[in-house]
């Protein structure tokens, strides 16, 4: 084969309409990921844009909208006992997951209802 996958450019994840502040307060106040700006001819769809490290996550505006309770984004962490501790300050529920040996993670949603999976490979 003369092509090969680099990696992960962005995940994107739906959302009802109007919702772009509570996914800042989310995923920039919340999870600390930094807002970037959406190109000018994407704006208008709404929705808005994160970045960590190389890749992004969109949120994008679907109506009608239904969160995704399976199909999920998985995240891995650097100090995951640290981001527990920082969801329970904020009052964000988790679950627990232990059936994956040799992995510390947990499930989250979204403020609209998405799955998100967020894990730390032990040493």
Not at 73 to 78: G, K
Not at 115 to 123: A, F, Q, T
Request: glycine fraction near 6%; aromatic fraction near 10%.
């Amino acid at each position: 084969m003369s092509f090969s996958f680099k990696t992960i450019d962005h995940v994107q994840l739906a959302a009802p309409k109007g919702s772009e502040e509570k996914a800042r307060e989310f995923f920039q106040g919340i999870l600390c990921l930094t807002e970037i700006e959406k190109p000018e001819e994407l704006k208008k769809r709404g929705g808005v844009w994160f970045q960590f490290a190389n890749s992004q996550i969109h949120i994008g505006i679907e109506e009608p909208f239904t969160p995704a309770k399976k199909a999920h984004p998985a995240f891995e962490i650097e100090n995951i006992e640290e981001l527990k501790r920082h969801l329970n300050v904020n009052g964000i529920d988790y679950i627990v997951d232990r059936n994956l040996p040799g992995v510390n993670r947990i499930y989250i949603n979204d403020p609209f209802g998405n799955r998100i999976e967020l894990l730390e490979w032990e040493k």
